[in-house]
């Protein structure tokens, strides 16, 4: 059974950075796809960021791109979410998630989840 744990959470000033970590467990991750959501008060669960386990190809959602950088460390069984010049529509519950195959963004190809760490950017 997969289990994704997340850390990093916080509040940081807008322009800021933080970089979240999840902790992956229970099965080889190979052939995965490790995903970040995040679900902001109100809204849906949107797609942030996505990376392929074996090729290390990435991912992102347009919102996020040359700001946010996903990584991951094989030893480790960790991937990382790396956010610099933050904004406040960056705020959010962010999720860990992961998935067998190939990438998809929607937050329905993904079978396993994270308990969600929060993100809070002030202005």
């Known amino acids: 059974q997969v289990q994704l744990v997340e850390s990093g959470g916080g509040l940081v000033q807008a322009g800021g950075s933080l970089r979240l970590s999840c902790a992956a467990s229970?099965?080889?991750?190979?052939?995965?796809?490790m995903g970040w959501f995040r679900q902001a008060p109100g809204k849906e669960r949107e797609f942030v960021a996505a990376?392929?386990?074996?090729?290390?190809?990435?991912y992102y959602a347009d919102s996020v791109k040359g700001r946010f950088t996903i990584s991951r460390d094989n030893a480790k069984n960790t991937v990382y979410l790396q956010m610099n010049n933050m904004k406040p529509e960056d705020t959010a519950v962010y999720y860990c998630?992961?998935?067998?195959?190939?990438?998809?963004?929607?937050?329905?190809?993904?079978?396993?989840w994270g308990q969600g760490t929060q993100v809070t950017v002030s202005s």
């Open positions: 998630a992961a998935r067998p195959g190939v990438v998809v963004t929607h937050r329905f190809g993904y079978s396993s």
């Open positions: 229970g099965r080889t991750f190979s052939s995965y796809v």
């Open positions: 990376i392929a386990w074996s090729s290390g190809s990435t």
